[in-house]
């Protein structure tokens, strides 16, 4: 039906044009009939003149017969064309009573639509009260249900609408949650990515292009010219195409006074315009000044324009009220003015949207670098941020917890200054606190945190605290401009507006960006401090303890490890970076070689498919030798390592609580404890094993202090001063010195030891020393064969250390000499001798008191007094002759 309305205009159109070409006819006949009447009117003064004639009915015969023909030839116009337009119309009638019975439904539709969405939002609510659904739920089937109001009502909407090429906009609005959009006062249309991301002003295209510098090469007849990418070029480029001839653009219309007239060289730049001298011939003459004009009279296409955020650079903006055919007029447009030529150095393009249903702007950028070798970088950024920090009560909450983590980082700092200071104190240095690893990953992560909160505080404070954006900026003087389309409006206000705005959205993106980033890696650090805490426990300090025993193992492995790794990702961008894209630089060889060593392969497939007797050998060599080398010797050394220490650590747990049994243990404790203060169990005076535990341990670090420092005040007591046995000779340390310096003396042939000590004065032939001349000798020799310095006299005094240290012996002093032994002990010997006879004596007192009470005689221990007596005076010989003896050995 739509198609059948759309194609009876024509015939309508048919007919008319039928009519008009009648008219036309009838137009012409009364001309004729004017002609008629003058010819007539003049044969009349004829005939006056000359009498009568026939010419002039012969004349009238002849018109009146023309018209005739003319009314008969417009009568069968008219009855053939007549049918066909009366069915056209007909046929009309019909579609546009077909269309009026749509409309007519389609608004039944509507209401129909919009009472199921009033009867499907309180059903929502009244699910959202009862309980049965989330706030979280009830947003997302509110959002649900208004799109899919929206979209039945646009269908319903352009279904009762003929087709026309008449632009409409449709009275449609998006909600969600109660929230309503405000409505916007400017004229601008709507684009959105995806359903709900609204574009923001348009699209941003920044192009910078390079410089140009004689080429360094001995080939210049080749190419003499070259590109300097360090140098940004600011100059005017490309035409506008309107003016070039073989362009869509071009109009003959655009002559050179068109040209002057619309890039005003004196309203632009006034004095300050130069031109080519009048009457050279040149292009640059007046008025067609260097700066807008190059030297074929055609006015440049892009200009320079600095903003906040870009600089030397040349920005176009595709404005968002621009239609579809637009937009690619635009895009042809800066086709055919040499936009992108041999000299654009980076290609920028960048587009902000915004979220109302979450509240997030998105910034997303793509950007194209053409690098020396020919090839485009292609870089792409997608980040999203939200500038409404603290607009819903969980906001609320969360900048409470910010508070207090804030507060907590501040105070482990403190804590971390005093552990220094504490050091400080206990071992006379700072260094002393660096001597733990753990303590590097504390202050890491202390100051990468305190670093992220002032990044946060900046960020909402400075960053998006004045963040402002329009929906659309009024850039260009006019969309649909023939020429001169880049004409910008208000001097440019509006795309320095544009430009900066749009870049302060991606800029606060971007420092969001950063600051997850810094995040990302505390949450590394947060994880080791956590395995830190955690091993006080034996069994969950199991890791950390592992690697501290493979610490040392690790290091030497992976020393190298990154000595094979580095060679190989070397190797491989040598030999297939110009083939294979995985190893075009170093940095993606490095990348394949790790995946490699992960399982992944693929990259063997290219690397094997390349042709050349030399490269399928080094390919084949490359691929075996790396998986052989590396994946399967060299992980499997780091496995080993990992495993030995593992190994080492578990078999010293022993009988170690788990952490469940510690729990358990602590909550029995607690639960006694409890029970004895509160409910009686047990006595009240019942003291938990972690007291007595603690208790033992307070009295166990004080007896270790005490027992430490007796040991040292022994170890002062008994340090006695090391010899070194020379022959039978003792040498002590200051000697062994005066040695060594003699022989280092004799060896430059000098014979004054105290020359080498520092001191003077002494003869040099009373050191001399014929024995240690022959191994100053030698030793002079072996030091300029081995091209060594001369030892110096602290190397001398470390020597004599190292020497007493290795092979000194301790030097006991004799107390006493031989004769002075001799009668001590001999004393010590007989005070022992009468100790004992004392004791005998008094033994012998007992018994006898004994026998007398039991009354039994002393005859039966030793027959009587005189037998007790010389049963003494014997043991008293026999001690007597053991003394003489022992005095002779010694």
Avoid at 523 to 542: C, D, E, H, S, T
Avoid at 846 to 866: H, N, Q, T, W, Y
Wanted: charged share 20%; glycine share 8%; net charge negative.
């Amino acid at each position: 039906l739509l198609q059948a309305a759309a194609a009876t205009p024509s015939a309508a159109e048919q007919t008319v044009a039928q009519l008009t070409a009648l008219q036309s006819s009838t137009a012409a006949l009364e001309a004729s009939l004017a002609q008629v009447k003058a010819a007539q009117a003049a044969s009349i003064a004829a005939e006056r003149a000359h009498h009568e004639s026939t010419a002039l009915a012969d004349s009238i015969t002849a018109g009146f017969a023309s018209m005739k023909t003319s009314v008969d030839s417009l009568q069968t116009i008219i009855r053939g064309v007549a049918p066909s337009a009366v069915k056209a119309t007909e046929r009309a009638v019909q579609i546009e009573s077909r269309v009026a019975r749509l409309a007519s439904l389609g608004t039944d539709r509507l209401a129909l639509l919009k009472d199921a969405l009033s009867a499907n939002l309180a059903n929502i609510e009244v699910s959202y009260a009862a309980g049965y659904a989330s706030a979280a739920s009830r947003d997302a089937m509110v959002r649900k249900t208004n799109l899919k109001a929206m979209s039945d009502e646009m269908q319903t909407y352009l279904s009762s609408k003929p087709c026309a090429a008449v632009s409409r906009t449709l009275p449609l609005r998006l909600t969600s949650g109660g929230r309503d959009a405000a409505a916007d006062g400017a004229a601008q249309r709507v684009r959105t990515v995806g359903l709900t991301n609204r574009v923001i002003g348009g699209l941003l295209v920044y192009v910078k292009r390079a410089g140009r510098e004689v080429c360094d090469t001995r080939f210049k007849s080749l190419q003499s010219s070259c590109l300097d990418l360090t140098v940004d070029d600011t100059a005017p480029f490309g035409v506008d195409p309107a003016f070039k001839r073989g362009s869509s653009f071009y109009s003959p219309d655009f002559d050179d006074a068109a040209a002057a007239r619309l890039y005003n060289c004196s309203k632009a730049f006034g004095a300050a315009a130069t031109f080519d001298a009048a009457g050279t011939g040149t292009g640059n003459a007046p008025p067609f000044c260097k700066e807008l004009f190059d030297d074929s009279r055609i006015p440049f296409g892009f200009f320079r324009a600095d903003t906040k955020r870009y600089s030397n650079g040349y920005p176009v903006f595709f404005d968002i009220n621009l239609s579809e055919d637009n937009a690619v007029r635009w895009l042809n447009y800066l086709r055919e003015a040499f936009m992108l030529d041999e000299r654009t150095k980076e290609v920028s393009v960048q587009l902000v949207t915004y979220n109302a249903e979450i509240r997030y702007f998105g910034s997303m950028s793509v950007n194209f670098g053409f690098k020396e070798a020919g090839s485009i970088e292609i870089t792409k950024d997608v980040a999203a941020v939200r500038v409404e920090i603290y607009s819903e009560y969980t906001d609320i909450i969360r900048g409470f917890f910010e508070g207090l983590l804030t507060l907590a980082v501040v105070a482990s700092f403190i804590f971390e200054m005093s552990d220094l200071i504490r050091a400080k104190r206990t071992a006379g240095t700072y260094l002393a606190y660096f001597e733990s690893g753990w303590n590097y990953i504390d202050l890491a992560s202390i100051g990468i945190t305190l670093s992220a909160i002032c990044y946060w505080w900046t960020f909402v404070n400075v960053i998006i605290a004045d963040l402002n954006v329009e929906p659309r900026y009024d850039v260009y003087q006019d969309l649909e401009a023939p020429a001169k389309l880049l004409e910008l409006a208000g001097g440019g206000a509006g795309l320095l507006r544009a430009v900066d705005e749009i870049g302060d959205v991606a800029a606060a993106a971007r420092y969001l960006s950063f600051y997850m980033t810094l995040m990302s890696i505390n949450i590394v650090l947060y994880v080791a401090r956590i395995l830190k805490f955690m091993n006080f426990q034996p069994r969950i300090g199991l890791v950390t303890r592992t690697l501290a025993v493979a610490a040392s193992d690790l290091i030497h492995f992976f020393i190298l490890a990154i000595v094979v790794f580095v060679g190989y990702a070397i190797m491989g961008h040598l030999l297939f970076g110009a083939q294979i894209q995985a190893f075009s630089t170093m940095a993606d060889a490095m990348q394949t070689n790790f995946e490699m060593l992960l399982g992944e392969v693929t990259v063997s497939n290219q690397m094997l498919a390349l042709v050349g007797p030399s490269i399928e050998f080094a390919s084949v060599m490359y691929f075996w030798t790396y998986q052989i080398l590396v994946y399967m010797i060299l992980l499997n050394f780091l496995l080993a390592i990992i495993v030995d220490a593992f190994g080492e650590v578990k078999a010293t747990l022993g009988n170690e609580k788990s952490m469940y049994e510690e729990v358990a243990h602590i909550a029995h404790e607690k639960y006694l404890a409890f029970g004895a203060s509160f409910l009686a169990r047990g006595s009240k005076e019942y003291v938990t094993e972690d007291v007595v535990e603690a208790q033992l341990r307070k009295w166990g670090k004080a007896s270790k202090a005490i027992e430490d420092e007796e040991a040292e005040s022994e170890e002062e007591e008994k340090e006695e001063e090391k010899v070194f046995k020379l022959g039978e000779e003792s040498v002590s340390k200051e000697e062994l010195e005066e040695i060594i310096a003699r022989a280092v003396n004799y060896s430059q042939g000098k014979f004054n030891l105290w020359k080498v000590k520092g001191e003077t004065d002494g003869d040099e032939t009373t050191m001399r020393n014929p024995d240690l001349e022959q191994t100053g000798r030698g030793m002079g020799a072996a030091l300029k064969r081995q091209k060594r310095p001369l030892p110096t006299a602290a190397d001398i005094t470390e020597a004599a250390a190292m020497v007493m240290q290795s092979c000194g012996e301790v030097q006991v002093d004799p107390l006493y000499d031989d004769e002075v032994t001799k009668q001590e002990l001999s004393k010590a010997l007989n005070d022992v001798a009468a100790g004992q006879n004392r004791l005998a004596q008094m033994h012998q007192t007992v018994i006898e008191l004994l026998d007398r009470r039991s009354g039994r005689s002393g005859a039966g221990l030793g027959g009587g007094p005189s037998g007790g007596g010389g049963g003494v005076a014997r043991r008293n010989k026999s001690t007597s002759g053991s003394v003489a003896e022992y005095s002779g050995k010694l």
